[in-house]
């Protein structure tokens, strides 16, 4: 069964402390991962596809990056508006739903 | 470009009653999907519409009916509604199946 686990389910930084959050996967042929954003009472908001081990994207203080069992977004000097869920979710070739995991809520203290 | 539009932004049932959630987008997009969102459950897919004139169940599809209208609009209706249909619902859409998913604002359901 196809499965994405997400931690910490919470992480709390001080401005400018940067960290990781994880997401570990289980999927029968990966097609793509996902990192969605969710900001308190709104939609997620896409952040980056990843589709191969290996693969890394980046945007501003964030830097997603895939093996063959996990994926994590590396904060680098977080700010206070970084402060959000974020959610991952896979894909397999098979379906082609979107599998979520219960996201991680991260808080940036000033 | 507003992206994806859903209305109403909340609402209150009593149990049996029936109402229909609206979704458009503008993004010319062939897949649209109607998810539910609960505390500790995550994101679960109720059903999806892969192209115009399609639709398939989700993970939870029970109590829901949906109609694909036309390319930029996909409904999700509770025909009677229960306490556990109260949850956040979220509209998204996509090129294609394969590609990044784009969600509206959601929908604020209680079912008393």
């Known amino acids: 069964e196809d499965q994405v686990t997400q931690s910490p389910e919470a992480l709390r930084l001080q401005e400018g402390e940067s960290s990781s959050l994880n997401c570990s996967y289980t999927?029968?042929?990966?097609?793509?991962l996902f990192w969605y954003r969710q900001d308190p009472g709104k939609g997620p908001e896409f952040l980056f596809t990843?589709?191969?081990a290996g693969e890394e994207k980046e945007k501003e203080r964030l830097k997603a990056t895939l093996t063959k069992k996990e994926s994590f977004l590396h904060i680098t000097a977080p700010k206070p508006e970084d402060s959000a869920t974020y959610l991952c979710a896979v894909q397999a070739y098979q379906g082609g739903k979107l599998i979520f995991g219960q996201g991680t809520e991260l808080s940036v203290k000033p | 470009n507003a992206g994806v539009t859903q209305t109403p932004k909340f609402q209150v049932l009593k149990t049996g009653q029936s109402m229909t959630l609206q979704c458009a987008q503008d993004m010319n997009h062939n897949s649209m999907y109607w998810y539910r969102q609960d505390p500790g459950m995550g994101l679960r897919l109720i059903y999806y519409?892969?192209?115009?004139?399609?639709?398939d169940k989700g993970e939870v599809p029970n109590g829901y009916n949906v109609s694909r209208l036309n390319k930029r609009e996909f409904s999700l209706r509770l025909e009677s509604a229960a306490p556990s249909q109260t949850s956040v619902y979220f509209c998204?859409?996509?090129?294609?199946?394969?590609?990044?998913?784009?969600f509206g604002p959601g929908t604020r359901l209680t079912v008393t």
């Open positions: 990843l589709y191969s």
């Open positions: 999927v029968s042929g990966l097609r793509g």
């Open positions: 998204a859409s996509s090129r294609d199946r394969e590609y990044e998913q784009y």
């Open positions: 519409s892969a192209s115009e004139g399609t639709t």
